[in-house]
């Protein structure tokens, strides 16, 4: 079984940065993705960040400039680094992984809740 665990939220104040971090059970190259979600009160689940096996990156419009996403390999970790957070950054954040074989399967962990004071 494959676990995500998450950690490095909570309360800063606007303008503040937070480094994320999510460990999973096994090697990050059994994904073919894996990347942050971010979902706020009474507000859909959206894709914040991703980065391919190949390190390819990409990050949401209203985060880019703003947010890094990363990876340390041989400590199955990724890493979302938030500078200048806002307001509308708070929520839980949630990290994903993604295999493509032999089917499509996506992994999740808790949550972190980030709260960005104003």
């Known amino acids: 079984q494959v676990q995500l665990v998450e950690s490095g939220g909570g309360l800063v104040q606007a303008g503040g940065s937070l480094r994320l971090s999510c460990t999973a059970s096994?090697?990050?190259?059994?994904?073919?993705?894996m990347g942050w979600y971010r979902q706020a009160p009474e507000k859909q689940r959206e894709l914040v960040a991703t980065i391919t096996n190949a390190g390819i990156r990409a990050v949401v419009d209203s985060a880019k400039g703003r947010f890094t996403i990363s990876r340390d390999n041989a400590k199955n970790t990724v890493y979302l680094q938030m500078y200048s957070l806002k307001a509308e950054d708070t929520a839980v954040y949630y990290c994903?992984?993604?295999?493509?074989?032999?089917?499509?399967?996506?992994?999740w962990g808790n949550g972190t809740l980030v709260t960005v004071s104003s």
């Open positions: 994903n992984a993604r295999r493509n074989l032999p089917a499509i399967m996506d992994y």
């Open positions: 096994r090697s990050v190259f059994s994904f073919n993705v």
